[in-house]
């Protein structure tokens, strides 16, 4: 896989969503969104069954296409007790896949990836969608899991390239001497 490919996560305890990102050097079209897909569980399945699964999954993404790094969105503010502890269960269970394959692991907000996709914070779905659309060059609308995991596998890329670009401290960096 290419350098610089990005595992994108957007967990959930019954939907899942996931990307494989890479950067895009060959045409006006930034990332190349390799794959995607929705880790789909009945709502039937017990909380356990449904934690491994989304780890096996994502073991197997990983082992398939070999990503350099893994992005998750952090958790968000929930009104539920217990929808914040299945979500954190759901996060668990991918950051264990990571963990396993020793992926260096980055997580971002939700108005992080919003403003890193969109340009603002407080955007919504539908223009996170649309803009991953014209960033990736895909011809239809994924999934809105799937669409929010490509978004933070593309905030991770952006980030990556702004730290390359950054100078490493300020000693490194062309300032006027006084």
Request: aromatic residues 6%; hydrophobic residues 40%.
């Amino acid at each position: 896989m290419n350098e610089g490919t990005v595992l994108g996560v957007d967990p959930s305890l019954r939907g899942t969503g996931w990307a494989v990102v890479a950067p895009n050097p060959y045409a006006n079209i930034p990332f190349h969104c390799v794959v995607y897909g929705v880790i789909r569980m009945k709502h039937t399945q017990p909380v356990p069954e449904c934690l491994l699964a989304i780890e096996n999954e994502l073991s197997k993404i990983i082992q398939i296409h070999h990503p350099q790094l893994f992005a998750i969105e952090s958790t968000i503010f929930v009104q539920s007790h217990t929808t914040a502890i299945n979500l954190g269960a759901a996060r668990g269970a991918a950051l264990i896949a990571a963990a396993k394959f020793k992926l260096p692991i980055h997580e971002y907000a939700p108005k992080i990836v919003k403003q890193a996709v969109v340009g603002y914070g407080n955007a919504a779905k539908q223009q996170v969608t649309y803009m991953i659309r014209n960033l990736c060059g895909l011809d239809r609308n994924p999934p809105p899991d799937a669409s929010d995991a490509i978004a933070v596998a593309i905030t991770c890329l952006q980030h990556m390239k702004h730290m390359q670009h950054k100078p490493s401290s300020p000693q490194s960096a062309s300032l006027p001497r006084a």
